[in-house]
């Protein structure tokens, strides 16, 4: 087996397991390829052991590998930062945005949404750990948004994503995941269709999916570390 089967095998094992520990199905929870920095031949790979959901965070180089990768039958999710100039190629390329933080991007987001595409899903941003300078709008913020975004044609608002702070104290992330999952649980009081919570990454996905997690965005664990040229 190839390097990326053998990770994706071990990533799946993982994610059973950690289901099964939080009593949770599989099958709730989305693997999100996170393949940003690697070489479309990278994602063929993957795309051919069976993953269909990808992550980029760079406007340029996703698009070239959309282009690239067009034969197959890739969900794209968007999760990186986003300029508000630069938001017509993610409105018409990507299936889902987890990194909305503001108002302004959703509604350029919904206005140039192709007519005959079906609704862009988003995640709002949230910057769980306050951190000075990390994007996400804040817990306080929250809500006005999802009220805003729901409003909005073409958008279907899914639900919240976050990356918290690192930590080296794990009890302190699962206290981060917990607070998500329950910022989630009001919002859903009065937007029940927010059903999307995307947080775990390669280090901390158990974490996360004994918290709610519906999508892990996982990269290293799947490609190896990443090559920044
Ligand atoms: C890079 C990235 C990931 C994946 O991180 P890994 O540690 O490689 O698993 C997940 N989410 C976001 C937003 C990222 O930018």
Not at 27 to 42: F, M, N, R, Y
Not at 56 to 79: A, T
Request: hydrophobic content about 40%; aromatic content about 4%.
């Amino acid at each position: 087996m190839s390097s990326i089967a053998n990770n994706l095998h071990t990533v799946e094992k993982k994610l059973s397991l950690a289901a099964e520990k939080a009593q949770r199905q599989r099958g709730e929870i989305t693997l999100l390829a996170v393949s940003k920095t690697q070489p479309a031949s990278a994602l063929r790979e993957a795309y051919d052991c069976g993953q269909r959901h990808f992550g980029e965070n760079y406007l340029q180089e996703s698009l070239d590998k959309i282009e690239l990768l067009r034969d197959l039958d890739i969900v794209w999710h968007f999760i990186g930062p986003i300029q508000s100039n630069k938001t017509r190629p993610i409105a018409e390329k990507f299936a889902w945005v987890h990194s909305v933080d503001r108002l302004k991007i959703a509604q350029r987001l919904s206005t140039q949404r192709l007519f005959d595409s079906a609704p862009l899903n988003i995640c709002i941003q949230v910057n769980i750990s306050a951190e000075e300078s990390k994007s996400g709008c804040s817990v306080d913020e929250v809500e006005k948004l999802a009220d805003e975004i729901s409003k909005l044609p073409n958008l279907r608002l899914r639900g919240l994503m976050a990356i918290p702070a690192a930590s080296k104290d794990s009890s302190e992330l699962e206290t981060t995941f917990a607070r998500m999952q329950s910022l989630l649980d009001t919002l859903r009081q009065k937007h029940p269709e927010m059903d999307t919570l995307s947080m775990g990454m390669s280090a901390d996905m158990d974490s996360a999916i004994a918290n709610g997690a519906t999508i892990v965005r996982i990269g290293t664990a799947i490609f190896g570390p990443r090559n920044y040229k």
